[in-house]
T-cell receptor
């Protein structure tokens, strides 16, 4: 059973506009959430994270929002750049980082 | 910077062969993981290890085994490779809540 879901397999956005990637989870025991970016034929690279005690975390052009009551998180990229084109994975962690659960990924294409 | 390396980027093996995929991390992390990534299925956990000589099954352990004889090294073994094990294999190690991935091994079984 998929505990972390990314319901949009793909997203296309114009350069300079905002990209919003969404993620839902089912397990209320998750206490840490992460976003990874993956280019083809490479391993995922860590992008940004958020603890369950926060509702927002910002790092440059990337902001992650967490809505615990809705069990929903989102990644905002603004402004979007062509180099942001990649697959983005949402992940959730429990048990002090001893378990990780990944979504199926959203392929973002930023159109120049 | 954390560095996780994997022994091969691309590998082609025949059905029935025994396959070894090796992963090394240089940051003295306790936890190491093996995933496979397939289109539309995301990352699925095969095995993980909390310490030397310790291993735990993940979601899809069938057809795989692992070995962790040294803290920095975590090996994935395909006992008898099959075509449905053609995939991208990703190793990761963990510092606190954050996982760091290797570059991946694209394995093709023919």
């Amino acid at each position: 059973d998929q505990q972390v879901k990314q319901n949009s397999p793909s997203l296309s956005v114009q350069e300079g506009r905002i990209s919003i990637l969404n993620c839902d989870y089912t397990n209320s025991m998750f206490d840490y959430f992460l976003w990874y970016k993956k280019y083809p034929a490479e391993g995922p690279t860590f992008l940004i994270s958020i603890s369950s005690i926060k509702d927002k975390n910002e790092d440059g052009r990337f902001t992650v929002f967490l809505n615990k009551s809705a069990k929903h998180l989102s990644l905002h990229i603004v402004p979007s750049q062509p180099g942001d084109s990649a697959v983005y994975f949402c992940a959730a962690s429990a048990l002090l980082g001893n378990q990780f659960y990944f979504g199926t990924g959203t392929s973002l294409t930023v159109i120049p | 910077d954390v560095k996780v390396t994997q022994s091969s980027r691309y590998l082609v093996k025949r059905t029935g062969e025994k396959v070894f995929l090796e992963c090394v991390q240089d940051m003295d992390h306790e936890n190491m993981f093996w995933y496979r990534q397939d289109p539309g299925l995301g990352l699925r956990l095969i095995y993980f290890s909390y310490d030397v000589k310790m291993k735990e099954k993940g979601d899809i352990p069938e057809g795989y085994s692992v070995s962790r004889e040294k803290k920095e090294r975590f090996s994935l073994i395909l006992e008898s490779a099959s075509t449905n094990q053609t995939s991208m294999y990703l190793c990761a190690s963990t510092r606190f809540y954050e996982q760091y991935f290797g570059p991946g091994t694209r394995l093709t079984v023919t």
